[in-house]
């Protein structure tokens, strides 16, 4: 019985489990907190924009984002470095912040959702560790902060065109595909379809098992 | 299913909050991906107000010095996060004026105002304006990661502009201690637990059926 049965996150209401047809969604009756999304894509499509954003992250930290030129004085900056130039400065806590939510979080969510969904989509098979990586990855999701610094880095650029010379490199342009590629892959990744879909490959992966025994 | 039973808690079961499987109360972890269990997040006023505390603390030097220093051709000028926002806009700069200006003072403020609010509206036992609260807990809930705007326009302006002796920006004191706010912030806003708004109506009703 407790199978078919479910709660709100944020009010503890009971309910009956949701059953979602695709681009549907489940909102709670009690505080309206949107207890299911279906989207209209599967976590194939989660998977494939993860494999697009390892790509462009490397692009983004290799290749300048902006670059500075005033009185023939020349400076660049890639993705990294707003992390990096806070340690040379003498500044660690702020080097730690920064390389947590722009590099780390990010990256680390998305090694670990290529890690998990590979296997499980491809091969119906479940990676050691996956529920440990999984129950982490919803933590930490939104402490991944690439959508903030792209609007800050924006909103610099109108100011810092009137002060010097600004270009913008393949890094900028990397990165802005690379923002709109890891909303788009966690936009499809919803805590109660993940764990359902977990639960169903751990099921196959038990069968076969068991018919490899006969 | 007796009527009476509505929350999950008053079926004897915990949702996991990692994976929202609902388990019996007395297991101690879920049992699909091993998250440890509680019916409600253990000490979650009382944590909220602690994190909310250390961020009003930390607020004060983030106004009162320097977020980050210019030197120009051997003249220095130093820059607070009000002085910054006023200059921006006498500059014409106004998208980038207007959006520290969200990010650094109306999204932190109203941030510790609302939890405040919500721990105290807790403490008082108020039962009314559920959906009101609700609606304000989401908001800061979802803003807050926002507020890292402004340490990341310094990040920006600190890495570009080394430039030698005509133009070279470091940070300040104040940046540390706003960089603070936001994460004490951001974790008050995870500590508090929405379903114990909703835990003051069930004891009114519970009062009420057994009146009748
Ligand atoms: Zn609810
Ligand atoms: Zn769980």
Redesign the interface.
Known sequence: MIEHLSACEQCDLLLEAPILNHSESAHCPRCGHIICQRPKYSLQFTLSFSIACIILFFVANFFPMLSVEKAGLYNEMSLYQAAWQFLELGEPFLFFLIFFVLLLCPSALLLALVYMLLPMIFMRRVMPYTSAIGRWVFYIKHWSMIDVYLIAALASLTKLTSVANIDLGIGLWAYIVFTVCLASALANLDKIRFWRYLDKIKCHQLLRQQLKQI | ?PPT???????N?A?C??????N?VKWSKCS????VLH?RKINSVQKTLAWLITAVIFYIPANLYPVMSTSTLGRTAYNTIVGGVVE?WN?Q?Y??SV??FFASIVIPIGKILVLMWLCLSLKLRIKGR??ER?VL??ITLWFG??S??????V??????????G??KI??GIA??AF??VV?TT?LAAEAFD??L???QEESKENHANTHH
């Open positions: 299913m039973i509505k929350t999950a808690a008053q079926a079961l949702l909050l990692s994976c929202q499987k609902l019996p699909r991906c091993g998250e019916t921006l500059q700069a998208f980038i959006v520290i559920k959906q609700m807990y989401r990661r926002w890292m705007i402004d340490v990341f326009v990040a920006i302006l600190v890495s570009l502009m080394q430039l030698g005509i133009l470091e940070p940046i540390v960089a603070v994460v951001m929405p379903r708004i909703w835990d």
